[in-house]
Structure formats: structure tokens, C-alpha cells
T-cell receptor, first 111, second 113 residues
Framework: GNSVTQMEGPVTLSEEAFLTINCTYT??????LFWYVQYPGEGLQLLLK?????DKGSNKGFEATYRKETTSFHLEKGSVQVSDSAVYFC??????????FGKGTRLSVIA | DADVTQTPRNRITKTGKRIMLECSQT?????MYWYRQDPGLGLRLIYY???????NKGEISDGYSVSRQAQAKFSLSLESAIPNQTALYFC????????????FGPGTRLTVT
């Protein structure tokens, strides 16, 4: 079946550090891939997406590239801010079923 | 106004009580979902509905039931609440015609004492 594996947290970084959160997937066919962000006390918001191999999704300084050869969709940001502190979820859509989510990675950025 | 709304936002109830959580959306989407979030366990799907006449169980449906009253409304019921149903509950919607991302409500924090 379809599944998503993302790195376990928590991840703690200093402000302006480089961020990578790893995400790999298993899916039949050609899935669409997503990153969601959950700020404290809020619901999940779509951060970025990619619908086919080699697509790069980007938003708010975050980027992720759909790598079919390594079945990965790693989230990166060049310089994190305190306001980026949140929980990040990787997810996939394939085969007309509900999105499959990873377990989430908590990021804390300290000034 | 928010596209996906949930009521109530917070609820404290006692063991054995029946409780209903409601979700409404103005996005015009045909698909709706209920999830539960517990610390360290991510999101777990309870039920989903691809249209008004379609209801499907998710991975943790035991102890829960749902009703799709209209395209825009999807409610979740706990028939007899128990303490391990204390969690954060999210409703979400998506469009069957794509794109396939889901849009989430703000959540309901439920505490069962």
C-alpha cells in the first residue's frame, strides 16, 4: 500500500540555519506529493506541492523536489526563522484514496 | 470567513456521554474527511465521504460514527465517549476533480473525563 516516512523530530535549529526534513514514499503509480505545516493551535495548511517527477514545489522560502528515482520529497529552507517553528507533514495522493500522511516532524527555531 | 469551520472548538465531556462534532465548508468540495491527532502519532483517518451518499471507514473508526447531511456538512459522533478519545479532531475537504490537496478546519479539542 501507499506510505510516507519522514524523519522523526524534534528538530531544533538556530535562526538562519539551513533546514532539511527528509521524506520518502512508497506508492503505486505516479503520486502527487505535498508538504503541510501546522502552527501551534491551528489546523494543517498546505505549504507546497508537486504533481510529477522533477517538479519543484516552493512557497515562503521552502522548497521540495519530487525525485522519482529515490522516491523522495525532502523539504528544505536556506535560512529558518523563529516564525517557522511548527510541525511539518509530508503527504501523498495516489489511486483516488485519501491523502496518506507521515507522522510529522516538529521544528523548533531558537533566536 | 474560514472555508472549513468546525464546532465546537473546545469541548469537555464525561465518560459515557454522546457528543457530536460538526464540520461545514464553503469550498464547494465533494469530498470530506475526519481525522484525529494525538501527540507523537500524527494524523489518523477516522471516516471519509466522497459524496453525499458515500461513507467509508478509515483506520480507526471503532467508537465513532458519521453523517453526511449535505455536500457542505459532515458530522462526527462519539456514541459513548471514553477517555482515550481525548484528542484533537480535524475535518478536511478536497475536490474530486483535482487538485487533490486537502483543506483543513481549525480543529476541535475534545477532552473526555
Amino acid at each position: 500500500g501507499n506510505s510516507v516516512t519522514q524523519m522523526e523530530g524534534p528538530v531544533t535549529l538556530s535562526e538562519e540555519a539551513f533546514l532539511t526534513i527528509n521524506c520518502t514514499y512508497t506508492a503505486t503509480g505516479y503520486p502527487s506529493l505535498f508538504w503541510y505545516v501546522q502552527y501551534p493551535g491551528e489546523g494543517l495548511q498546505l505549504l507546497l506541492k508537486a504533481t510529477k517527477a522533477d517538479d519543484k514545489g516552493s512557497n515562503k522560502g521552502f522548497e521540495a523536489t519530487y525525485r522519482k528515482e529515490t522516491t523522495s520529497f525532502h523539504l528544505e529552507k536556506g535560512s529558518v526563522q523563529v516564525s517557522d517553528s511548527a510541525v511539518y507533514f509530508c503527504a501523498l495522493f495516489s489511486g483516488n484514496t485519501p491523502l496518506v500522511f507521515g507522522k510529522g516532524t516538529r521544528l523548533s527555531v531558537i533566536a | 470567513d474560514a472555508d472549513v469551520t468546525q464546532t465546537p472548538r473546545n469541548r469537555i465531556t464525561k465518560t459515557g456521554k454522546r457528543i457530536m462534532l460538526e464540520c461545514s465548508q464553503t469550498k464547494g468540495h465533494d469530498r470530506m474527511y475526519w481525522y484525529r491527532q494525538d501527540p507523537g502519532l500524527g494524523l489518523r483517518l477516522i471516516y471519509y465521504s466522497f459524496d453525499v451518499k458515500d461513507i467509508n471507514k478509515g483506520e480507526i473508526s471503532d467508537g465513532y460514527s458519521v453523517s453526511r447531511q449535505a455536500q457542505a456538512k459532515f458530522s462526527l459522533s462519539l456514541e459513548s465517549a471514553i477517555p482515550n478519545q481525548t484528542a484533537l479532531y480535524f475535518c478536511a475537504t478536497s475536490d474530486s476533480g483535482g487538485p487533490y490537496e486537502q483543506y483543513f478546519g481549525p480543529g476541535t479539542r475534545l477532552t473526555v473525563t
